[in-house]
């Protein structure tokens, strides 16, 4: 859409842009923060987070930045995913959630772009852009749960079956918007197959999103599925599935390994 300036030969556009986005966080950069992030997100050869590079803001930044540009067009969200810079992609995710969440409110629900939306999200994750725990954690409980609170689930076990660690920590991050909907049953379904996997993104995944079926839904079903699965388990997960329970149980569980 545009509208006339005051000189009316000249049109100016009021639809963002993905080079604004990127001025606006340019502009926010920290090369002392920057350097830290990178120690922070393990972006040294040989790490899961290898090659990436981080203009250093922090999160609240990044935030604020996204919400200056709540109609950033989809094509635009998708080249900022693109971006070699780690905030222009979690910038791009800040405005992918909201622009989910404006989609899925009831009175201006539109399913047609809201699968448009998961769509364009799952090609950023097949292609590896959603290449970090905070940028899934930003985003797989708030596009690819809700989406499938209603719907049929076997997309996260395709992405749990996946090698990659991204892939399978989307399947597991997608599934909090479930527990916080009271339903635990994907996400036990998920740690059966997971349960043996040992990168330590995957262990706190899977240790976080079990403490949160005991915390918020049923104890009962974290214990029984630990009851079964717990010497499979590594101890990373265990430890923070067990959290909350209290200290003989932690003990427990934790000797059956």
């Known amino acids: 859409m545009r509208r006339e300036s005051a000189d009316p ?20 950069a920290n090369p002392t923060d920057a350097h830290h992030l990178q120690r922070f997100f393990k972006t040294a050869p040989g790490e899961y987070g290898e090659g990436d590079i981080f ?6 930044g990044t935030r604020k930045v996204a919400k200056q540009f709540p109609a950033l067009p989809l094509e635009q969200i998708d080249e900022l995913l693109d971006s070699p810079l780690h905030e222009e992609r979690l910038a791009a995710l800040f405005i992918l959630n909201a ?6 409110k009831p009175r201006t ?9 998961v769509d364009l999200y799952l090609a950023a994750v097949r292609r590896g852009r959603v290449n970090n725990w905070d940028l899934v954690d930003a985003s797989a409980e708030n596009i690819i749960g809700p989406w499938l609170l209603d719907k049929d689930r076997t997309l996260l076990f395709e992405l749990a079956e996946q090698d990659s660690l991204w892939e399978r920590r989307v399947a597991l991050l997608s599934t909090f918007a479930f527990i916080k909907a009271g339903d635990p049953s994907t996400t036990l379904e998920l740690a059966e197959i997971l349960r043996t ?12 999103m079990l403490r949160e079926v005991g915390k918020r839904v049923d104890q009962t ?3 029984d599925f630990l009851n079964r699965n717990a010497p499979e388990l590594g ?17 427990a569980f934790r000797a059956l390994r």
């Open 197 to 208: 996997d040992r990168r330590d993104l995957i262990q706190k995944a899977l240790g976080w």
């Open 221 to 223: 079903a974290l214990t």
């Open 109 to 117: 629900l539109d399913d047609e772009a809201r699968q448009e939306m």
């Open 55 to 60: 203009l250093g803001i922090r999160v609240p």
């Open 99 to 104: 622009r989910f969440a404006a989609a899925s």
């Open 9 to 28: 030969e000249v049109l100016v556009s009021e639809i963002p842009t993905a080079a604004q986005v990127r001025k606006a966080l340019a502009d926010l």
């Open 235 to 251: 101890r990373t997960a265990l430890s923070y599935a067990t959290e909350h329970l209290d200290p003989e149980q932690r003990a």
